[in-house]
């Protein structure tokens, strides 16, 4: 049988090139307004599940792991500005060159946010985690995302000035 750890970073790397794919959609320019309203919402949808289903099922973990600790608060403040940039994208007009703006600041954040995961924080929390580690992960990720996703909501948050 094969191992689960190598499932939970299979299964955190697929809905990353899901948003990957959705956030390319978004960023083509030549979307209608209510499409690109609809495509912003399972966006924002699919982010914000995402991120607390992998806070609750990864970084809960590795959070325990005294080597991993540094990187898993980077990557939870990661989260964090993330979904602030999401709420306040919410505020603004979406057929407007300040929401076109905003989102590609969203994406370029979102998408370093992802490969830092894919390329150094996996890695590295593969080399420490136990099996039993792997297994509750990933019986918590299935778990969770399906709930987190359902219950995202889409909330317009003006950020405070700085």
Known sequence: MPRQRKDIFDALTADHDRHRSLL???GNGNTA???RMALFEELTRELKGHAAAEEQALYSVILAKPEMTDKARHS???HKEIDDLLNHL???DIATKE???KFAELS????????E???ELFPDAS????EADEVHMRVVFERRKKVEKAQAEITPEVEPEK
């Open 117 to 119: 995961e894919e390329e």
């Open 99 to 101: 929401w076109s703006r």
């Open 90 to 92: 919410a505020t603004v």
């Open 76 to 78: 939870v403040a990661e």
């Open 24 to 26: 390319k959609t978004l």
């Open 33 to 35: 307004s209510d499409k």
């Open 127 to 130: 080399d420490v985690l136990t």
């Open 108 to 115: 370029d954040e979102y998408i370093h946010h992802i490969d």
